[in-house]
C-alpha cells in the first residue's frame, strides 16, 4: 500500500467525520417552530402545517399559540384535529378596519390556540408534532404573511417564535414562521373555490407524537462509521506494510 493511498484513507475519514458534525449542528439550529404552506397563491386558500419541536431536556411542551395576520386577515380558518389536543379559533375585531374584494372588515379570526388534553399527548424531549389550518383568502403576491408562535412547557417556560428575519441579515435566534405568496395560479382560480376550500390537498398531518431526531441521528452515526472504517482500514493497511518490510 503506497503512502498516498493511506493519506486518501485518512483524509475520507476525517471527512465523514466532519460532514456528521456539521449535519448534527445543522439539525440542531433549525429546531424552530415553523410553517409550510402547501400552496402560496395569491387570493387563494391552502393549507398551513406548523412543525413545532420540543427543545427543553427535562420538560415538554403543552401549548403552541399562532397569531393570525391583521393588515391582511384570513376571513376563512379551519383546524384539523390532531389526537389528544384541543383547537380553539379566537376572533374578534381588527385594530383596524380592512378593505377586501370591495368590502370592509372589521372582525376575523385573530388567533389559533392549541393545547394538550393530558399528560400522554404533551410533546417531551426529541420530539414534535404537526397542527394543520386551512386558510383564506391569501394576500396578494410578494406579501410577507409572518405568524408569530408561542410555546409554553410544563415547567412554565415560554418561548416566543416572533423574530422577523430581515433579506441578508443572519437568522433571528426566534423567527417567527412565515412564508411569501406569490401569483395567483391560473390553472385554479381562488374565484372557481367554494368559500372554505383548500386550493391542494394536504398531507395528513401525524396524530400521534414522533421522533424528530431518529433519521438525522441515523445519519450522523452512519458518517461516523464510515470514518472509523477507513481509518481503521488505513491503519491496519500500514501495520501490514511494516510487517512485510
Do not use: C
Not at 471527512?15 to 449542528?25: C, K, N, S
Not at 415553523?34 to 403543552?62: C, I, Q, R
Request: avoid cysteine; charge should be negative; glycine fraction near 8%.
Amino acid at each position: 500500500m503506497t503512502a498516498t493511498l493511506r493519506r486518501t484513507l485518512m483524509s475520507l475519514g476525517t471527512a465523514a467525520a466532519t460532514a456528521a458534525l456539521v449535519a448534527l449542528g445543522a439539525t440542531a439550529a433549525s429546531a424552530h417552530v415553523t410553517v409550510n404552506p402547501d400552496d402560496t397563491g395569491a387570493n387563494g386558500y391552502t393549507h398551513l402545517t406548523f412543525n413545532m419541536p420540543s427543545e427543553s431536556a427535562t420538560a415538554k411542551t403543552v401549548k403552541l399559540e399562532v397569531k393570525l395576520p391583521t393588515d391582511t386577515p384570513f376571513t376563512s380558518v379551519s383546524v384539523k384535529p390532531v389526537e389528544g389536543w384541543t383547537a380553539q379559533v379566537v376572533t374578534g375585531p381588527l385594530p383596524q378596519p380592512v378593505t377586501m374584494g370591495g368590502s370592509t372588515v372589521t372582525k376575523a379570526p385573530l388567533e389559533v390556540v392549541w393545547t394538550a388534553n393530558d399528560e400522554a399527548h404533551q410533546i417531551g424531549p426529541n420530539q414534535y408534532q404537526s397542527f394543520s389550518l386551512s386558510v383564506g383568502r391569501l394576500p396578494a403576491a410578494g406579501t410577507k404573511v409572518v405568524l408569530p408562535a408561542t410555546q409554553t412547557y410544563t415547567d412554565g417556560a415560554v418561548v416566543e417564535w416572533n423574530e422577523t428575519a430581515e433579506e441578508g441579515q443572519p437568522e433571528p435566534k426566534h423567527p417567527a414562521p412565515s412564508f411569501t405568496t406569490t401569483a395567483a395560479d391560473d390553472a385554479a382560480p381562488a374565484t372557481a373555490r367554494p368559500s372554505g376550500t383548500p386550493a391542494t390537498t394536504a398531507a395528513a398531518a401525524p396524530a400521534a407524537q414522533t421522533t424528530d431526531a431518529t433519521g438525522v441521528w441515523g445519519i450522523v452515526l452512519g458518517a461516523i462509521g464510515a470514518a472509523l472504517a477507513a481509518t481503521a482500514l488505513g491503519l491496519v493497511l500500514t501495520r501490514r506494510d511494516k510487517a512485510a518490510k
